[in-house]
């Protein structure tokens, strides 16, 4: 009875979106604060940029869009890792070249297949209409996964953030953790597709962390706080997005932004 | 290729004859040492001398371009490396950062604290800290997981020159407590001379080719 009416008064699409777009930011806050400690924004932005790319591949090959986002956003991850290793030319320029390269290659790749057509305008700002059943079974146990995988390069990846070579003293094998790291933002980049959209993803995993940074004390405490506040975002952004028809990955984005907003409010009334 | 020693002897670890080599400019060479569980050695020289390079070699983070490193089996080390920077986003607690790397119990914590004189520190970020207590607070970290050697690259940088001195006098008294050996790496020739351990010398290598041997 309560099923049925939450099912009519949201509609099934919307409440398919919010449960993909919880077990999303479930999983994008905690990975955000790596994000944000690593300096890794930039990263982000490429595998999202390049994700154009796993479009145009997965519309050739013919295998899920998801799949060829993270298919492809993984090969740029290891070719980041290698080119990082033998290169000499600094990190960002790299990143660059990768980033605008693949979306360009995306773009030219799509242009020639002139026989399927794609709402580019979804891929760029998401769109809930899309979420499937079969989007939401992958996003939540692949999210899972990506927590469990998450827990376990925790401690590794941490130390790692403060020095490599104290890791690597330690045992832990900071490289690893660096790489399992960059294919796990892969998969979120991924998985948040649909719902928040390439160009907006790496707010998610930046403003959440962000927003929470001044009211903890370790890093634990605010990887927890940020899957909070990166929930209430989604949550917020989405029934906005339904009310008003607007696209949903701005309006999560918005939220976000505005959630960031309040916090700072007291601190600034107080330097005043 | 690390040749290993035996388990019984009281060798932690021994370079021999190593050398690194970045382009054709050898950073250090020739360069032999023994490490002996309760024992002190120094690494001295001047800025650029490799002395940081040359303890990474020992500590297996680069591989000598020419020579052997041997470490006895199952070596745990306490490390302090020179640089070490905390980003302002990283919540990171005096605690927390003492078990970056090793889980420890209330009671290893304490002690740690106490070896290195800050067991009233409380738990503050570690950015509040001050240049000294951070280097202090950084010993203490080396000891959480009971190192049987430690490596310490300017361990009294920021430190002034009273500090400096108690800051030897701890690691001396860590060393007999904690029966393990020490790399200490300054370039404090006097107190290295004045503390009556070993030292090995580095000198600059020419930014050419060193003449072959
Ligand atoms: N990866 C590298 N490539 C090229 N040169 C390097 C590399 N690492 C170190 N060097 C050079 O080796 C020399 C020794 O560096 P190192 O940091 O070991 O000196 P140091 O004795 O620790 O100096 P300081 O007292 O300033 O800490 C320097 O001239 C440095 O420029
Ligand atoms: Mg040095």
């Known amino acids: 009875m309560a099923n049925w009416w939450v099912a009519h008064m949201l509609g099934d699409f919307l409440i398919r979106a919010l449960l993909a777009g919880v077990g999303l930011a479930l999983v994008a806050g905690p990975a955000g604060c790596f994000v944000v400690w690593r300096r890794l924004a930039y990263f982000g932005e490429t595998i999202a940029h390049s994700a154009l790319l796993g479009v145009a591949l997965a519309i050739l090959v013919g295998i899920d869009l998801s799949m060829g986002i993270f298919v492809s956003a993984s090969l740029i991850t290891l070719t980041i890792y290698c080119l990082g290793r033998v290169e000499t030319l600094p990190s960002d320029t790299i990143l660059g070249l990768l980033a605008h390269g693949g979306l360009a290659l995306g773009l030219v790749v799509l242009s020639f297949l002139t026989s399927v057509r794609i709402d580019v305008e979804a891929l760029l700002f998401g769109d809930i209409l899309a979420v499937t059943r079969g989007d939401l079974v992958a996003i939540w146990a692949g999210g899972a996964l990506a927590l469990c995988v998450l827990a376990w390069i925790w401690r590794p990846l941490l130390a790692a953030t403060v020095s490599a070579d104290l890791a690597a003293v330690a045992g832990m094998k900071p490289e690893r953790a660096r790489l399992i790291f960059g294919i796990l933002v892969a998969g979120v980049i991924a998985a948040a597709i649909k719902i928040v959209g390439v160009l907006l993803i790496v707010a998610l995993l930046v403003i959440p962390a962000a927003t929470v940074r001044r009211f903890v004390t370790g890093p634990e405490a605010m990887a927890v706080a940020a899957a909070v506040v990166g929930v209430a975002s989604v949550l917020g952004g989405l029934l906005m997005s339904a009310r008003l028809d607007t696209p949903s990955g701005p309006s999560i984005v918005v939220t976000a932004l505005a959630i960031f907003a309040l916090t700072r409010i007291p601190a600034l009334a107080e330097k005043q | ?213």
Not at chain 2, 21 to 47: M, S
Not at chain 2, 70 to 77: D, F, G, V
Not at chain 2, 83 to 92: E, I, Q, T, Y
Not at chain 2, 113 to 130: C, D, F, H, M, Y
Request: aromatic share 4%.
């Open chain 2, 1 to 213: 290729m690390n040749r290993e020693i035996a388990v019984s002897s009281n060798i932690l670890v021994k370079a021999n004859n190593i050398g690194v080599k970045r382009g054709n400019r050898w950073i250090f060479r020739d360069v032999e040492f023994e490490i002996v569980r309760g024992k002190q050695i120094f690494l001295i020289g001047a800025n650029g001398s490799g002395k940081t390079t040359c303890a990474k070699t020992v500590l297996g983070l680069i591989r000598p371009d020419e020579g052997t490193v041997a470490r006895a089996p199952s070596l745990t080390i306490g490390y302090i490396p020179q640089k070490l920077s905390f980003s302002p986003v990283l919540p990171l607690t005096v605690r927390r950062l003492l078990t970056l790397t090793d889980r420890a119990r209330q009671s290893e914590i304490a002690s740690a604290l106490a070896a290195v004189g800050l067991e009233r520190l409380g738990n503050p970020q570690v950015l509040t800290l001050s240049g000294g207590e951070l280097q202090r607070l950084l010993l203490a970290r080396a000891l959480i997981g009971k190192p049987d050697l430690l490596v310490l690259d300017e361990p009294a940088q920021g430190v002034d020159k009273a500090g400096e001195r108690m800051l030897h006098e701890r690691v001396e008294e860590i060393r007999r407590d904690y029966g393990c050996g020490a790399l200490v790496i300054s370039h404090n020739l006097e107190l290295a001379l004045a503390s009556g351990d070993d030292f090995v010398p580095l000198v600059p290598h020419e930014h050419d080719d060193h003449p072959d041997a």
